[in-house]
């Protein structure tokens, strides 16, 4: 289990106040909120899905996922952020309990239908192979079958783990991947990053990583010449494990592009200023991640405008906040079409 010193607390909420102090000043550029709509080929069945499964009751989730055990693996640096929250909160500055932490929501919603789920205990900064066997180790040693959903890099652990373990395929009877990173992102590249992340952010993950830059793991060149390396294998992974994805990106507008009844209805995301030099290189993105390179090929995914990168899995604090409800329903909606996928495999 990673131990987080009070000293990398300290400087990590000390990097949290300065972000925020720079994330103030940058008022000549906005975010304009996008529909919360999905769109590409697969935008009808997202659209139904979504509907038909706020009809569904607490029965019909027990009902439907009580022969497995739900696995969930968490992105980069989370848990870094609730003890950086925690200490804000010590200082007096309110923030919800739950803020920042991933599945929070979503974790209370299956422990009270008695929902089997685990998280599990990867180093979220840790190298994808080391907790690629991490992962396989937790879901081997279960009996029950295994639906695991990934965010951020964790998905890129579980891919790690599905191709290091040929034997996982065989317990892992579905996998739902949120806005992983397969082709990278170019925050990774520290000549292309703008300040502060060209030092600030480096030196920052430096220090609660214990030396480690796993930022590292998501290069985009890095990241392409692995799928090249191992295209035949990962898509063989694709052919026998059930797999969805999503996509999701936050329009990102100059101000000088908008009209002055526009401008009070702005909202911003907690990325904001990524959002903005991302769309510079790599076009739409969450924040973090390219849409473009949130899906493998031959995966089924799933795009949906209006969402940054921390939206689907964690309250953002005082910022764009999709809501509690639409989170959970967001993750019932991806674990019933998953269910169709398997349907579909087994035929």
Not at 291 to 310: E, R
């Amino acid at each position: 289990m990673m131990v987080i010193s009070k000293s990398y607390k300290t400087f990590s909420t000390a990097c949290l106040i300065f972000l925020t102090i720079f994330y103030s000043d940058l008022k000549a550029q906005e975010i304009h909120l996008s529909p919360f709509e999905p769109f590409g080929k697969h935008q009808e069945q997202f659209k139904n899905a979504w509907n038909k499964v706020q009809d569904f009751s607490y029965e019909k989730d027990q009902r439907s996922f009580k022969n497995y055990t739900i696995y969930l693996v968490s992105g980069i640096s989370t848990k870094i952020y609730p003890p950086m929250v925690s200490i804000l909160r010590s200082l007096g500055i309110f923030s919800p309990a739950g803020t920042a932490d991933s599945f929070y929501q979503q974790k209370a919603y299956l422990k009270k239908l008695g929902i089997p789920f685990k998280e599990i205990d990867i180093a979220t900064n840790g190298d994808p192979e080391e907790n690629g066997d991490t992962i396989a180790k937790a879901i081997l040693s279960s009996p029950r079958d295994a639906l695991v959903v990934s965010h951020s890099k964790g998905g890129l652990d579980v891919l790690y783990s599905l191709l290091r373990h040929p034997e996982l395929k065989k317990k892992v009877k579905g996998w739902v991947s949120l806005q992983t990173p397969f082709f990278g992102t170019p925050l990774s590249e520290t000549g292309k990053s703008f300040w502060p992340l060209s030092a600030f952010s480096r030196l920052f993950l430096f220090a609660v990583t214990n030396g480690t830059d796993s930022v590292g793991s998501m290069n985009q060149p890095f990241r392409q010449a692995f799928y090249e390396r191992n295209q035949d294998l990962i898509d063989k992974v694709l052919k026998e494990v059930p797999t969805i994805g999503l996509g999701t990106w936050f329009l990102y507008r100059p101000s000088s592009e908008k009209s002055l009844f526009e401008l009070p209805k702005t909202k911003k995301s907690v990325l904001h200023p990524f959002i903005a030099k991302i769309y510079e290189t790599d076009g739409p993105n969450d924040g973090l991640v390219p849409l473009k390179s949130t899906c493998l090929p031959n995966m089924k995914c799933y795009f949906v405008g209006g969402l940054d990168h921390a939206n689907p899995v964690m309250m953002p604090g005082p910022f764009n906040d999709m809501g509690k409800d639409k989170r959970i329903h967001l993750t019932r909606v991806f674990l019933h079409l998953m269910l169709q996928e398997i349907q579909t495999f087994s035929k």
